[in-house]
């Protein structure tokens, strides 16, 4: 059932309880939790959190962790399952589930009693009417209860019109059910952002402060740079948190307390759309951001010659270009922005791919951050390849992150971060090179091959969205098929320490990119049960999946003649 009041209906039911939270491992759904956190904490309401990784983590945390519990709210996860189903919980037990997975299971939606939905109802407006879905079973037994006086009589109302009526109706209404729920769910897409949900909870309570602000602009960030919602979508989010940000952040340049030891800054401005430029150098964040990287086509030495030619033409000596972005010249520094616009066209590039309007923030006298950096410090600590701590660890690493004070655990999290987007270069470079990205008809697929030196980045679901949509578009920037942006692509990589197993993502097609909505899912599972491949859709996102690797070849087969 969707929470229309999430005070009274939601805050004030936990109110004195005890609750268990679970968050899923994503940066949206960790900046929400810091914010309800935040409210708990508030109002001394005891919690306990878990992060779970996908529905066997959900189901083993629910277990150990819901003795005595009668309130758990989920964090990024489970709006897609039949959650009373799955866990079959105490009659007792309430859901409150914060997610901006979709389609919403329409048993989630009309649970009126067990499950409370946070959510926006504009993402909701296209779940099936409940009675298109769910059916009285007492209106088909109906006059099948009346008594009989003989076996004539039996007989007699077996062939009764009215019965035989009944059951073709029912036969009808399953048939037109089991379509209404297929075009319901063969799409997963992705609505407002659980962060911006959990701040005007805080907003709404007059709890909201400018940190809280910063987290919502962070989580809002993180499903545009995961290629989860489209740019319009993410620009009315932006606009909603622009306001938010003008009243917390109110005084005018020129008093002298506005940067502080003590205050956080937030500014709203057209951002350069390059990978945290102000960490690097300009030139490695050109080369290392999937527009600039794909427009210059900079794994070739053509490429690399037209990216020199287009700095020359900007002015900015190549000296400048290739030291730290903080210690070029102040002058060209803040004159970058405007001579890249200056100069774009000539070049094949546009404002979007240019700039973004987002945030950055200021604490005390330190170096800007910018809201997509921090994204992927984050993703970059909650996907960590140290062998040596656990999930749970990277997930607090994550949230020390989001500390404003804790800068030495950022800048880490900041190189770990461009390890990544190294590794994701190399490796586009590598598929390209080798000429491994295929075309199966339908849609166009590639493998990374095992023994990579980068595998343990490849086989996290973050960093693995990231390598499919580089891989996809670096393939229709030097593709000269008409076809290649209207293909999708599915990416395998081998699982870090699990022989015999492989990551595999769908992502959809560059000419969808206004809707962002993925039809792998549906087709993954029908392509899996036709096989009986050994697959393993653990992950909330149902595009993603694990696979033996002996089953690809059957797999595929099944899944190039399903969509042709």
């Known amino acids: 059932?969707?929470?229309?009041?999430?005070?009274?209906?939601?805050?004030?039911?936990?109110?004195?309880?005890?609750?268990?939270?679970?968050?899923?491992?994503?940066?949206?759904?960790?900046?929400?939790?810091?914010?309800?956190?935040?409210?708990?904490?508030?109002?001394?309401?005891?919690?306990?959190?878990?992060?779970?990784?996908?529905?066997?983590?959900?189901?083993?945390?629910?277990?150990?962790?819901?003795?005595?519990?009668?309130?758990?709210?989920?964090?990024?996860?489970?709006?897609?399952?039949?959650?009373?189903?799955?866990?079959?919980?105490?009659?007792?037990?309430?859901?409150?589930?914060?997610?901006?997975?979709?389609?919403?299971?329409?048993?989630?939606?009309?649970?009126?009693?067990?499950?409370?939905?946070?959510?926006?109802?504009?993402?909701?407006?296209?779940?099936?009417?409940?009675?298109?879905?769910?059916?009285?079973?007492?209106?088909?037994?109906?006059?099948?209860?009346?008594?009989?006086?003989?076996?004539?009589?039996?007989?007699?109302?077996?062939?009764?019109?009215?019965?035989?009526?009944?059951?073709?109706?029912?036969?009808?209404?399953?048939?037109?059910?089991?379509?209404?729920?297929?075009?319901?769910?063969?799409?997963?897409?992705?609505?407002?952002?659980?962060?911006?949900?959990?701040?005007?909870?805080?907003?709404?309570?007059?709890?909201?402060?400018?940190?809280?602000v910063w987290l919502a602009i962070i989580g809002v960030t993180d499903q545009y740079v995961h290629f989860k919602t489209p740019r319009d979508k993410y620009m009315e989010d932006v606009m909603a948190l622009q306001s938010h940000v003008s009243r917390h952040n109110h005084r005018g340049e020129d008093d002298e307390n506005i940067l502080s030891v003590n205050c956080l800054r937030i500014v709203f401005d057209e951002e350069l759309q390059l990978s945290l430029y102000r960490h690097w150098s300009l030139f490695e964040s050109l080369c290392h951001s999937i527009t600039t990287a794909c427009r210059f086509r900079v794994w070739t030495l053509k490429g690399q010659k037209r990216l020199h030619e287009f700095l020359a033409e900007m002015g900015m000596p190549l000296t400048q270009c290739k030291q730290q972005f903080a210690a070029m010249d102040s002058n060209l520094r803040t004159s970058v922005k405007g001579m890249m616009q200056e100069h774009m066209t000539k070049y094949g590039l546009t404002m979007q791919d240019i700039v973004l309007p987002s945030f950055s923030a200021q604490y005390g006298y330190k170096t800007k951050l910018c809201a997509a950096d921090v994204v992927l410090a984050c993703a970059a600590v909650l996907e960590g390849v140290d062998r040596n701590k656990s999930s749970t660890d990277n997930f607090l690493d994550a949230q020390d992150i989001l500390h404003r004070s804790n800068t030495e655990a950022l800048e880490k999290a900041v190189g770990l971060a461009k390890r990544q987007l190294t590794a994701l270069v190399t490796q586009v470079q590598t598929f390209l090179d080798m000429h491994q990205i295929i075309s199966a008809g339908p849609f166009l697929y590639v493998f990374v091959q095992e023994g990579n030196a980068d595998m343990k980045f490849f086989c996290q679901p973050q960093c693995l969205i990231r390598l499919a949509r580089f891989t996809l578009e670096a393939h229709c920037s030097v593709s000269r098929s008409k076809r290649a942006p209207s293909l999708p692509l599915v990416l395998g990589a081998p699982m870090a320490g699990d022989q015999g197993n492989m990551l595999v993502i769908g992502i959809p097609p560059l000419d969808t990119d206004d809707e962002r909505k993925n039809f792998f899912g549906k087709a993954f599972e029908q392509a899996a049960s036709t096989t009986s491949s050994r697959v393993r859709q653990d992950s909330f996102d149902s595009f993603i999946m694990e696979m033996k690797t002996e089953d690809r070849s059957k797999f595929f087969d099944a899944l190039i003649s399903l969509l042709q």
């Open 1 to 212: 059932m969707l929470v229309k009041d999430l005070k009274r209906e939601f805050y004030d039911a936990i109110q004195h309880q005890r609750v268990l939270i679970l968050v899923a491992f994503d940066v949206d759904a960790l900046c929400a939790c810091k914010i309800l956190q935040y409210l708990l904490q508030c109002d001394h309401i005891l919690y306990t959190i878990v992060p779970v990784s996908g529905r066997e983590d959900l189901e083993k945390a629910f277990v150990e962790n819901s003795e005595g519990i009668q309130h758990v709210i989920m964090i990024n996860c489970c709006a897609t399952i039949d959650i009373v189903e799955m866990l079959q919980p105490e009659e007792n037990v309430c859901f409150y589930i914060c997610d901006s997975h979709r389609p919403v299971d329409v048993h989630n939606m009309y649970n009126a009693v067990q499950v409370k939905l946070l959510m926006k109802s504009d993402d909701l407006s296209s779940v099936p009417e409940y009675d298109e879905v769910f059916r009285d079973e007492s209106d088909d037994s109906g006059n099948d209860s009346d008594g009989s006086d003989s076996e004539g009589g039996e007989k007699r109302r077996r062939f009764d019109d009215e019965a035989i009526l009944r059951r073709q109706e029912r036969r009808k209404w399953e048939e037109n059910r089991n379509k209404v729920l297929f075009d319901y769910s063969k799409f997963t897409s992705y609505g407002t952002s659980a962060s911006l949900i959990m701040f005007e909870l805080a907003w709404k309570m007059s709890k909201d402060t400018n940190d809280l």
